[in-house]
């Protein structure tokens, strides 16, 4: 059933317009905080955001007003050693988070953290679409919802009874993705031409937004120039150097 579940995921970014209450929001963060977390730091904070002013700000500063102003929640995942100061200074002492090993575990502390949120909404009947246009302007996003020195926002989560059922995308399969006792590139060469024909395919056939693309082609074309290169100067400002 958990399987069957997890296997069933697909992005849904048009929601009907039902709210979920913050029982219900306070129930998913509960069941998130049960991830995994690096040496028990929970290094993570979310921004369930209320107000409706705000989410029009946000859906302008992340370029996606369709999901911020209709999904019934939005949730702003942050990377979080904030509280953990706080937690040291209670003993007197100050930490030092400055440094690349401490982004790795708040970034994956938080990771961790969203996609138990969202195996617990999809488990309920709910949708979820991770948004990773939050970082399109990450401090005027940190200065609107006035995150501190320590808090980095990550990426957004809409949440909210689907009004559309998109169809699941073919993932890479499983050979491509394990390797057995050492890595294995030389595969690459016969799996990943079979697998752009899988997603031909489907870009071809589903349902909407059909495309005549493959998998190669758009991650060539998404990462041959760099992307958000203001990120360093930003995590720099919010504390984290990489001394």
């Not at 509960?30 to 029009?56: L, M, N, P």
């Not at 998109?166 to 394990?178: G, Q």
Request: charged share 25%; glycine share 4%; net charge negative.
């Amino acid at each position: 059933m958990v399987i069957e579940l997890l296997t069933s995921h697909a992005s849904v970014r048009k929601y009907k317009d039902i709210p979920l209450s913050k029982a219900d929001v306070h129930e998913l963060i509960r069941a998130g905080q049960h991830a995994a977390s690096s040496h028990f730091v929970q290094a993570y904070s979310v921004i369930h955001v209320t107000d409706q002013e705000k989410r029009e700000q946000l859906a302008e500063l992340a370029s996606n007003k369709r999901q911020f102003l209709t999904a019934g929640a939005v949730l702003i995942f942050c990377a979080d050693y904030c509280r953990l100061a706080e937690a040291a200074a209670l003993h007197g002492e100050e930490i030092d988070y400055s440094h690349a090993e401490n982004m790795l575990v708040g970034a994956v502390d938080v990771a961790l953290f969203a996609q138990n949120v969202a195996i617990a909404a999809e488990s309920k009947g709910y949708g979820i679409c991770y948004i990773g246009g939050i970082r399109n302007s990450p401090a005027e996003i940190s200065e609107l919802l006035k995150l501190p020195k320590g808090v980095v926002p990550m990426f957004a989560m809409s949440i909210g009874v689907p009004d559309e059922a998109n169809e699941v995308k073919p993932r890479l399969p499983v050979e491509s993705i394990i390797h057995e006792n050492s890595y294995d590139a030389a595969k690459y060469k016969e799996l990943l031409p079979a697998y752009d024909q899988t997603m031909h395919d489907y870009y071809l056939n589903r349902g909407s937004n059909q495309k005549d693309t493959a998998w190669s082609e758009q991650m060539a074309d998404f990462l041959a120039q760099p992307r958000r290169t203001y990120m360093k100067e930003f995590l720099a400002k919010q504390g984290f150097t990489f001394n």
